[in-house]
């Protein structure tokens, strides 16, 4: 208090006005030592005025050019902070990518392509296993997309393994060890339907437009049809299960924090247009000659 009462008799006795520009030149030096006896009260709450020379060593005309000085080493400090702060901002702004109940599009997209790959490898094991054959596949690329579609099928309708969810609705309202069993037995079973039931869609609807059949499990034990089967069922059901319970979630999780987020939409932009490409060039060979194309093949036995 002492301090204000000195600058105060201070101005009164050497910042009388002469002339009305003289006057709004004081008004706005006294507004700014007003701001730097603010901060003054502010530094000694803190243990640090204590330090600094007293205001009454101040020569008694030179308050407002310390106080003008110390306004203008404030600004330009917070300018070089803003300045250097801006840009990890930017980088770090994840609120304006796409998502999907809280996973970056790019993402999931990436990592379906992933699973495309696993899908066509997957499925010539299969045939060398049971027909001692390796092929195309009906692509050029080693990629089956359809497989790539079940990553965001999966985090659409199920969410989380150990705790599952329908469209972003959990199924059970608290988590226990009882519940975490259920939520895995539940996926699993869902994961087997959507086996059966979906390419038991796929393969009929595809040859009712194309008059192409794709596969047929007539000759395998337990098959129900030609397009379904309990094997093939149990074994594509329990892979994507296995796939999605250990290695879509701990990858999501890895991505996020480790991965470029512009180089995985770079590499999406590529290959994904590779890939449209390649299903284009297979549905028009269909539509054209009526088969699906074999670019190459192995007969092993």
């Known amino acids: 208090m002492r301090k204000k009462i000195v600058v105060r008799e201070r101005k009164k006795e050497n910042c009388q006005p002469q002339s009305a520009a003289q006057e709004r030149e004081r008004a706005a030096e006294e507004a700014v030592c007003s701001a730097a006896e603010s901060q003054e009260t502010a530094l000694a709450a803190l243990g640090t005025a204590g330090e600094a020379a007293p205001a009454s060593a101040l020569p008694s005309a030179a308050p407002c050019e310390v106080a003008v000085s110390a306004a203008s080493a404030g600004t330009a400090a917070a300018g070089v ?160 299960f296995l796939l999605f319970r250990f290695v879509l979630r701990p990858l999501i999780e890895l991505m996020q924090r480790k991965a470029n987020y512009k180089l995985v939409v770079l590499f999406n932009c590529i290959f994904g247009c590779l890939m449209f490409a390649d299903d284009i060039a297979m549905f028009l060979q269909v539509a054209i000659l009526g088969e699906a194309p074999v670019y190459w093949q192995i007969v092993l036995w």
């Open 81 to 240: 902070a803003a300045a250097t702060t801006a840009p990890a901002a930017d980088e770090d702004n994840t609120d304006a990518r796409p998502k999907m109940f809280g996973v970056e599009v790019a993402y999931l997209f990436f990592l379906g392509m992933l699973t495309s790959m696993v899908g066509w490898i997957a499925e010539n094991l299969a045939r060398l296993v049971t027909q001692g054959i390796l092929d195309s596949r009906y692509h050029l690329l080693p990629f089956i997309p359809v497989y790539g579609m079940v990553v965001f099928a999966v985090h659409l309708v199920f969410g989380d393994p150990d705790d599952l969810c329908f469209f972003g609705k959990k199924l059970f309202k608290e988590s226990t060890k009882k519940t975490k069993i259920l939520s895995n037995l539940t996926c699993l079973l869902m994961m087997y339907a959507a086996v059966f039931f979906g390419e038991l869609i796929v393969g009929n609807a595809w040859e009712l437009i194309s008059g192409v059949q794709l596969w047929d499990y007539s000759s395998m034990p337990l098959s129900v049809t030609q397009y379904a089967g309990l094997i093939p069922t149990i074994g594509y059901g329990t892979g994507a």
